[in-house]
Nanobody
Framework: QVQVVESGGGLVQAGGSLRLSCAASGSMRSYYTMHWYRQAPGKLRELVATITGAGTTNYADSVKGRFTISRDNAKNTVYLQMNQLNTEDTGVYYC?????????WGQGTQVTVSS
């Protein structure tokens, strides 16, 4: 079993920055692919960023150039550095760990960007 816990959300003004953390425990290993998703009120959950065990990253077009995903395999922790935030970035951010048929989700952390 893998346990995934997000933290670092909060209220921030437009143009500001926030750093989210995703800590995994249990049977989590460095070869899992990690994802950040987000869900705004009334919207579908969308994929924001991905990082593989080898360190390859991908981003949604809406956040590319502003967000950076990284991982510290020794700590089983994934980060999402969010810069130049705008109100459209508001939502609940979820961390997902995936490998083969296995998929584990955290409880989410709220990010609110005010104008």
């Amino acid at each position: 079993q893998v346990q995934v816990v997000e933290s670092g959300g909060g209220l921030v003004q437009a143009g500001g920055s926030l750093r989210l953390s995703c800590a995994a425990s249990g049977s989590m290993r460095s070869y899992y692919t990690m994802h950040w998703y987000r869900q705004a009120p009334g919207k579908l959950r969308e994929l924001v960023a991905t990082i593989t065990g080898a360190g390859t990253t991908n981003y949604a077009d809406s956040v590319k150039g502003r967000f950076t995903i990284s991982r510290d395999n020794a700590k089983n922790t994934v980060y999402l550095q969010m810069n130049q935030l705008n109100t459209e970035d508001t939502g609940v951010y979820y961390c997902n760990a995936a490998f083969g048929s296995y998929s584990y989700w955290g409880q989410g952390t709220q990010v609110t960007v005010s104008s």
